[in-house]
């Protein structure tokens, strides 16, 4: 299986972890084409190569024209639905995000609707995030796993006044993630890093059995008298590559037998929204005659509680059964073909003999067919050909 394993010896943020992809062999231009498309002023990444205490590394620099605007997460995740990013990329920027309102939401008692973002609300943090979420899917791996994070030590000034370090949001944002002791004076850790780290690591640890592959650097902005620096590890780990991946997550399901049809729609999508990691309904028979939706959704475990609301606060149900389970996934990377009518973009699977599918995707296949006037097979197929599958 291919991992990617984060060594934040001196933290976390997001240009660091941007940095890092992209000196992991991420294109630049790739992520910027993804940063172009939100529309924001003026924006563009630089990445210069830097000494850190000695230590080479990429310094990601976000540049853009002046603004004095704050924005709430619903202009954030409009801005994310009108780009070009891919479905997953897009995924991974809204997970990254909520854990943020929710983190934001937390420690000013409000909802993650009414979130004032303030320096996560920013050009720079958007890009950093988004920047991030693309260069994760173009990296194609099928796991994320992380050191202990130091959070540095003495105050930071932030919109809301001088905090202690770890500030609040991003203390909320390492709940359950385990800590690094440290002695250095100033933020290590950034809300941004934490909720990268939050939002897609699956395990913390120290660097695991694997064979690297390649090594990026991401360097802070502070010079300080260690190496500021974020080490990304990319590689296989001893599981068999061709062998199917095993892990933990967590089901709930319910029954609905009063509910409409357009409010186990509306539902879904905040389910999606909200992070699950899969979603579906069947028709059953429930008491007294009446039709019912079994809904079903599975989540990283520790994402339940907030799944949980979610269902709760958009159904009629008044309870959920729970499980544990464990589920087996194929390793798979992310690809993009190019067929007589553009680019598609697709996944990869490795099967338990060694051979691959491709699977196109539907909004990317959906495009092409609507630009050139032709049905979704001729497109999802000249995708497979391309790809050298039928």
């Known amino acids: 299986m291919r991992i990617a394993y984060l060594d934040c010896a001196s933290g976390i943020s997001g240009d660091m972890t941007l940095g890092a992809l992209i000196d992991a062999g991420v294109e630049l231009a ?5 940063i172009d498309s939100l529309g924001l002023p003026a924006c563009r990444l630089r ?23 704050h924005r709430h997460l619903h202009h954030i995740e409009a801005l994310i639905a009108g780009s070009t990013l891919t479905e997953r990329q897009r995924e991974l920027a809204r997970r990254i995000f909520r854990k943020l309102a929710e983190a934001e939401a937390k420690v000013h008692g409000t909802t993650i609707e009414k979130v004032h973002f303030h320096e996560v609300g920013a050009v720079d943090s958007i890009a950093d995030v988004v920047g991030s979420a693309i260069a994760w899917d173009l990296l194609g791996v099928q796991r994320i796993e992380c ?95 061709t062998g199917a991946h095993s892990d933990t997550v967590t089901l709930l399901e319910t029954n609905l037998d009063d509910a409409t049809g357009e409010s186990i ?70 690809v993009t073909v190019q067929t007589p009518h553009g ?18 995707e539907y909004d990317a296949c959906a495009q092409l067919a609507a630009a050139n006037n032709v049905p979704l097979e001729t497109i999802q197929s000249l995708a497979r050909q391309a790809h050298g599958t039928k």
């Open 147 to 241: 050191s202990p994070i130091p959070t540095g030590s003495g105050f930071v000034q932030i919109a809301h006044g001088r905090c202690s370090i770890p500030a609040p949001a991003t203390a909320e944002l390492l709940t359950g993630v385990p800590l690094a002791s440290f002695e250095c004076e100033g933020e290590l850790t950034t809300p941004t890093g934490a909720a990268i780290v939050g939002a897609l690591a699956e395990r913390f640890g120290p660097l695991p059995a694997m064979t690297i592959e390649r090594i990026g650097y991401g360097a802070g902005q502070k010079d300080l008298k260690h190496p500021n620096i974020l080490r990304l590890v990319v590689g296989e780990t001893a599981e068999p590559a």
């Open 265 to 334: 729609g509306y539902c879904v999508d905040r389910l999606w929204q909200a992070g699950a990691l899969d979603v579906s309904m069947a028709a059953i028979s429930m008491k007294k005659n009446r039709p019912g939706v079994l809904l079903a959704v599975q989540c990283r475990p520790q994402d339940a509680d907030r799944i949980a609301a979610v269902i709760f606060r958009e159904t009629t149900t008044l309870g959920l059964r729970r499980s544990v389970i464990q589920r087996m996934t194929l390793p798979r990377r992310s």
């Open 343 to 360: 680019p598609v973009a697709g996944v990869v699977a490795t099967l338990p003999d060694g051979s691959e599918r491709f699977s196109p």
């Open 47 to 69: 990445v210069d190569e830097v000494k850190k205490a000695g230590f080479r590394a990429t310094q990601l620099t976000v540049e853009h024209e002046p603004e004095h605007k």
């Open 30 to 34: 790739a992520v910027q084409a993804g």
